[in-house]
Structures are given as C-alpha cells and as structure tokens.
C-alpha cells in the first residue's frame, strides 16, 4: 500500500506531504458480572494521507487530510488523495514548513505491558478487574476491557521516516448497589503499564462509593466550602495551565500566557505548581522527536508547547502534541486535608474545567462532607468555581494517582468555593 500511495502523489503532482500507517491489534473482553459475554480480536491497518496544497507565492498552505483502507485499489487511492488535494486549496493559512529529517531505527515499547501478549495482559488485567468484586452489598454490573498494542510508522516529503510501537490497557465498568436505593455508577480507566494492583484498588474504591451513594439521601447547605477533589477531577483542574500554555490557544490570543509569568499570580500562600508534560509516544502526528517538556516550575511557566504550524507562527520551538501531565507536588497527608469543614465530591455527574473563563462545575452525585471529625454523605447541588481565584491557596496531597494521562496527586485543596445546596 505504500508504494501504491508515494505513485499516487507523484501521478498527482503533489510535492508536500505526510502519511502515517498504523497497525492495530486489538483484544476486546465485554462481561455481564463476572461473566465473559463476548470477546474479539481486531487486527486493522490503515493509512492517514496529508496533503499540502500552497499558492503560487508560498505564502499560504492549505492541508488535508484522507483515510486509506486495505482493499482500496490504485484507482480508489488515487481519487480519494485528489480529492482531499482539491479540499486543501479551500482551506488556506499562512505558509508553514513540515518537519525535516532522516530514517530513525524503529522504537519498540518499553515497560511490563510491552513485554506480553494481548492475551496474558487480558487475562492478567481481568483477574485485577474482578479482584475486589466480593462485597455483598455492590457489585460489578458490566464491563469492558481492551487491550491495544499498535504500531505506527510516519514519513513526509521532507524525509522524515520513522515508526514506534504502543501499547495500553483501557476499558470502564458500571458497579450497582441494590438497597436501600438502587444505584448505578460509571467508571471508566486507562494505563500504559500493566496496573493490575492500581486497576485493582480503583474497583475496591467505586464498589465503596456506590454503597455511600445508595444511603446518601440529601444535598448540602448552600454556601462556600474548603472543596477537596480527588482523582481524575484533580487532572481535569489542572488542564487549564496545558491549555493555557498551548501554542494554538497562545497565537489566536485565547490564552495570554508568556514564558517567564506567575501563573498563579504573585501572591502564592498554598503550594507553588510544578508540572512536566510527558508524551506516551516517541513520535508526534507531525513527525517531532517527543521529549519530556518543564511546562510549570515553582509556579512560573518555563515553556509554550505546541504542534507544528502553530509552534511556527509564534515563532517558538515545535515540541508536538501531549498527553499526559506529570505533577510534583503534595505536601499534605489525605486525612490532613479532611481537617475542619471539608466537603470532599468523589463523584460527579459531570464535571467540567472551562480554560478559556477558569471557571470549574459539576453536579454532585456523592460527598463526603466532613465537620471537625463528623463525616456526613450527600448527595445532589453543585459546585461552581473559579480556578483563577482559588490557585494561589492549592494545596495537594503526598498520595498519589496514576493513570495514562495524569500522574500526580491523588487530591487537591480549593478553599471557599461556592456550593448550591439545600
């Protein structure tokens, strides 16, 4: 298929473009309690073709891009490249240059989930799933797990070639408590590590939770709380520097963040940010080397991430694309946290960060509201509040939390945030 592409773009004339091949192979487990319902192996290859169409002053590019499938014939890949050609003539922006460079040996994955078969990694992450499922008052209702090792090799006109192999484990499962109320909740997870003890201990917390959730009966007071939020809640917060600090909200100007700015302001009384951005994947879309990026130290913004035309505009360095945040902070134990009035939310019905405003909401399924060692559960109001006004007094817990996109605290602290209540 590759040849028949490169003849494709020569027949056509194209000069300027990137194609990425990726080679998937896919174990799928879908279970009704403890019992396995379905199970399938996917095994797909397909082509990403981008094509770059500049006017007759190289002033302006225009891209686009088309999906290439096995079974396609010349004729089809042929048509289907023009046409996406014909498309980027219509979407023209100022003129940037694509990523430069030579053949790179293929890097294989490293770690504990690069070093099995889809199979044993299934098996062995399925065991972690139903570890915890022995409780007598929840239990698991369903769940989905897949197991993903794919390889991905990119090459543009500009003689970049290089290719890579990834591997995760991802998947959700809804946990149920019957009495006093019947109870549904949702939960879904992701690792690129075989995590069996922290897939584990995810499950054993949920199938608490849903327990919590089926006894709480009524909502807060309303009025301002020390909020303590946990988990993927805490990763979600802290998208607003990655945002902010991306060069495709920088150059639009959605975002006014510049190298060498407090982001929490200057006034800091809790604890100074320090995040790094790691990529899971040697290789951006693009075609950049990846490196791990200082994004956030003591609190001043060391670097502008971003992909390549973006990056090129603000005349900055092209780091590519990130997913994952890595945060070193915590200086508090968990029960420190819960001291005085805290209303700790481990469950939203949705919870969203708003970067462009800094505002943060959600509409609370389960909390734990502690009051000077009382622990109440409620259920029902919300919380709505502004990231920019409550950094400055973070603080975060020393107890960790790991996924596939955060690694970092377990918990953050946002004092005298407004709750809707009773």
Request: glycine content about 8%; hydrophobic content about 35%; some cysteine.
């Amino acid at each position: 298929m590759k040849d028949i592409i490169i003849g494709a773009l020569k027949a056509l004339g194209i000069q300027s473009y990137l194609v990425t091949e990726v080679k998937k192979n896919c174990k799928e487990m879908f279970f009704i309690r403890q019992t396995l319902d379905m199970t399938r192996t996917e095994k797909l290859d397909e082509w990403n073709v981008t094509v770059y169409h500049d006017d007759d002053t190289r002033s302006r590019r225009g891209a686009a891009s088309c999906m290439i499938h096995q079974g396609m014939d010349e004729n089809d890949v042929k048509n289907t490249i023009s046409d996406a050609y014909y498309a980027a003539g219509f979407a023209m922006n100022p003129y940037y240059e694509l990523v430069k460079g030579g053949r790179e040996n293929f890097i294989k994955a490293e770690g504990n989930l690069a070093e099995v078969s889809l199979e044993d990694a299934a098996r062995r992450m399925t065991k972690a799933l139903f570890a915890a499922d022995n409780r007598k008052d929840s239990f698991l209702n369903s769940a989905e797990l897949f197991v993903e090792k794919r390889n991905v090799s990119i090459f543009n006109s500009n003689g970049v070639e290089c290719s890579y192999e990834e591997c995760s484990v991802k998947g959700e499962f809804v946990v149920q408590c019957l009495t006093p109320a019947d109870v549904e909740m949702y939960q879904d997870f992701s690792y690129d590590e075989l995590s069996e003890s922290g897939l584990e201990k995810l499950v054993a917390d949920k199938l608490a939770v849903v327990v919590d959730r089926a006894k709480a009966d009524k909502a807060p007071a309303a009025g301002k709380y020390d909020v303590l939020l946990s988990e993927d809640s805490v990763r979600e917060v802290l998208s607003f520097y990655k945002w902010r600090a991306d060069a495709n909200n920088i150059y639009p100007k959605y975002s006014t963040y510049e190298t060498g700015m407090n982001v929490q302001g200057e006034n800091v009384g809790g604890e100074k940010l320090n995040i790094v951005l790691h990529s899971a994947v040697p290789y951006s879309n693009d075609g950049i080397r990846m490196r791990d990026c200082e994004l956030i130290k003591d609190g001043v913004l060391k670097n502008i991430h971003g992909g390549l035309r973006m990056a090129q505009y603000l005349k900055t360095e092209p780091t590519g694309e990130y997913n994952k945040m890595v945060v070193n902070n915590g200086t508090l134990g968990l029960e420190q946290m819960k001291s005085g009035k805290v209303l700790h939310v481990v469950s939203f019905s949705d919870f969203n960060m708003n970067p462009m405003s800094g505002h943060f909401a959600g509409e609370i399924r389960l909390a734990y509201l502690y009051d000077n060692g009382k622990v109440s559960l409620v259920t029902g109001g919300s919380i709505n509040g502004s990231l920019i006004e409550a950094q400055s007094s973070m603080v975060f817990s020393k107890e960790r939390y790991e996924s596939s996109l955060y690694s970092g605290p377990y918990a953050v602290l946002l004092k005298e945030i407004p709750v809707s209540g009773e």
